[in-house]
T-cell receptor
Framework: GAVVSQHPSWVICKSGTSVKIECRSLDFQATTMFWYRQFPKQSLMLMATSNEGSKATYEQGVEKDKFLINHASLTLSTLTVTSAHPEDSSFYIC????????????FGPGTRLTVT | RKEVEQDPGPFNVPEGATVAFNCTYSNSASQSFFWYRQDCRKEPKLLMSVYSSGNEDGRFTAQLNRASQYISLLIRDSKLSDSATYLCVVNTWDTGRRALTFGSGTRLQVQP
């Protein structure tokens, strides 16, 4: 089956620093990728839709200047959390939509971010 | 009102029990429906799609009622390994993007 990787799987950083999370589709091309955030005991919330070659589409309430998304190739999207604060600590999960089958989305294993 | 609503549980059931989860969605324009399973600190994994005619995969049966905007999942002969959070997921084509909307999940704990 299709595989999506995320790196790093977990990261601890200090307040005020920036953290970059990578999402890669390993065996398929993905023009569209999605970034989700999940707080403990809550559901996954879509943060933004990442589109290769164009600007990301952010959900209401998500600051685009704080969560920078770059989808530079058909297999890679990055999410950078800028000036991280403890309230940004969360589980960030990406998913990638297979260009050959737009009805399928494949999830990465997630990145656990802890901001101290 | 949340777009996708689920009973958070937890549902504590003995091995071998039958358990049912319910879910309602608010957007009548939603086109496709899924149940995902999420283990603690892991990404969600697709369990099964849900079709209007109802569908079964082994011990799992999913039902969809579009008129009532209601989705269900039935698990028969529960196993310890079924312990997880079950997410009801709805796919809606909205402003040109096909996004998944997740319910908050129903936690199942199967006990020996």
């Amino acid at each position: 089956g299709a595989v999506v990787s995320q790196h790093p799987s977990w990261v601890i950083c200090k307040s005020g620093t920036s953290v970059k999370i990578e999402c890669r589709s390993l065996d398929f091309q993905a023009t569209t990728m999605f970034w989700y955030r999940q707080f403990p005991k809550q559901s996954l919330m879509l943060m933004a839709t990442s589109n290769e070659g164009s600007k990301a589409t952010y959900e209401q309430g998500v600051e685009k200047d704080k969560f920078l998304i770059n989808h530079a190739s058909l297999t890679l999207s990055t999410l950078t959390v800028t000036s991280a604060h403890p309230e940004d600590s969360s589980f960030y999960i990406c998913s990638a939509r297979d260009d050959e089958n737009i009805y399928e989305q494949y999830f990465g294993p997630g990145t656990r971010l802890t901001v101290t | 009102r949340k777009e996708v609503e689920q009973d958070p549980g937890p549902f504590n059931v003995p091995e071998g029990a039958t358990v049912a989860f319910n879910c309602t969605y608010s957007n009548s324009a939603s086109q496709s429906f899924f149940w995902y399973r999420q283990d603690c600190r892991k990404e969600p994994k697709l369990l099964m799609s849900v079709y209007s005619s109802g569908n079964e995969d082994g011990r799992f049966t999913a039902q969809l009622n579009r008129a009532s905007q209601y989705i269900s999942l039935l698990i028969r002969d529960s196993k310890l390994s079924d312990s997880a959070t079950y997410l009801c997921v709805v796919n809606t084509w909205d402003t040109g993007r096909r996004a998944l909307t997740f319910g908050s999940g129903t936690r199942l704990q199967v006990q020996p």
